[in-house]
């Protein structure tokens, strides 16, 4: 009997995530030097954490023998205070990937359907699928979310609905009245996740909070992955009714967040001149990566977010060709093909990658 044969026959067809390839080995695949690859795969934020949350990172290290505060409990206190919540409606995540995995420890059975947008953030699918549940795929037309197709996607065992906005690869988002519509409008036995790992990027984001008191079944989920610069660490939270948020505890590891994140973070989230600054310049970075693709005659989708998703031809030729020049971009699935998703880089790097785009069409590669 080979060991397969032994594993739950579920994950024999389990579809794997595909992160953004390292730098280190970007370098050694390709002989480059390292200092010269710049990694625009991930939508990290290239101008790092805010120097002050890397101090309290660092104090936290000289204490790195104790195990870390179980419950979170000073991150969960500024994270409510930073959204007018009660700390009993925080619960932390290695990743805010884990607490979508969380949803489905608590919520998913095999008799469970979870609606997800056909180009939406792939991990809602993975977890359905690990967990068993049925994904449920609802077409994106114009790759924006259409919420009124989701609301006709339920059925009796929907159970979970999954919106990222803005919605990683396209950068797309919905409008915060459609969006608490949308949540107001959902049956009893629906609940509504909101994915708001790019939430700082917009203007303004929905506001869940007056839908939570009135014992809608929501979860938000935040990250310090994106605009905190913090997706090393692996820290990120969600937050939702005092009920919802208890049921999501008891499926958690006993220390799923280690010391150092803890620390970091609420230094991160204190230092809101470092958020504003790096939102800022993203915002010029994104400016800067559109006219450069608008002079190189490519579209791109509207981002509100830190990544653009453009159209090159053949996606996974072009991302070769940029990563032999040193550049790491990500390529798309199947039904994205001819797309690729850049990260809003510093100046420089952006430079670099339009500079890169701009040899690779020259010679036909992506066409
Ligand atoms: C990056 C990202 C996350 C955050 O993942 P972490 O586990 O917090 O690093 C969540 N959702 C979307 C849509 C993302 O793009």
Redesign the pocket.
């Known amino acids: 009997m080979n060991l397969s044969q032994l594993a739950n026959h579920r994950i024999l067809d389990q579809p794997v995530y595909q992160p953004g390839k390292p730098i280190e080995q970007v370098a050694r695949e390709h002989n480059l030097d390292p200092n010269e690859v710049c990694k625009l795969a991930s939508?990290e934020n290239p101008w790092g954490a805010s120097p002050l949350a890397i101090s309290a990172g660092e104090d936290a290290l000289k204490n790195v023998h104790l195990y870390p505060e179980g419950s979170g409990f000073e991150l969960r206190k500024k994270i409510s205070q930073h959204h007018q919540l009660e700390p009993s409606q925080i619960i932390l995540g290695n990743?805010?990937?884990?607490i979508i995995e969380l949803l489905g420890h608590v919520f998913l059975g095999k008799e469970d359907e979870v609606i997800v947008g056909e180009h939406a953030?792939v991990?809602y699918k993975l977890m359905s699928l690990l967990m068993g549940a049925k994904p449920v795929v609802v077409p994106m037309p114009n790759l924006v979310h259409d919420l009124n197709k989701m609301h006709e996607a339920i059925s009796s065992r929907t159970k979970l609905i999954f919106l990222?906005s803005p919605?990683?690869p396209t950068g797309t988002a919905n409008s915060a009245d459609e969006i608490l519509d949308f949540a107001n409008s959902l049956p009893d036995h629906v609940i509504f996740c909101l994915?708001e790992?790019?939430a700082e990027y917009l203007e303004s984001p929905p506001d869940l909070r007056p839908l939570i008191k009135d014992g809608k079944k929501i979860v938000a989920?935040r990250?310090?992955?994106?605009i905190y610069g913090l997706?090393g660490l692996?820290i990120?939270y969600g937050y939702g009714s005092q009920e919802m948020v208890e049921l999501l505890q008891k499926a958690r590891q006993p220390f799923n967040v280690n010391s150092i994140a803890q620390a970091t973070a609420i230094k991160a989230l204190t230092d809101e001149g470092w958020v504003s600054l790096c939102k800022k310049r993203n915002q010029e970075g994104l400016e800067q990566m559109k006219s450069g693709c608008a002079e190189l005659n490519l579209e791109y989708v509207p981002s509100q977010a830190n990544f653009l998703l453009i159209k090159v031809g053949n996606g996974l030729q072009t991302f070769h060709s940029l990563q032999k020049l040193g550049v790491i971009t990500r390529p798309m699935a199947k039904n994205l093909s001819e797309y690729l998703r850049i990260s809003i880089g510093t100046k420089e790097e952006n430079e670099k990658a339009l500079k890169a785009l701009k040899q690779v069409i020259a010679k036909g590669v992506g066409i």
């Not at 990250?223 to 994106?226: A, G, N």
């Open positions: 939508n990743g805010s990937n884990e953030f991990v990222p919605n990683n994915d790992a790019y989920m990250t310090f992955s994106k997706a692996r990120g």
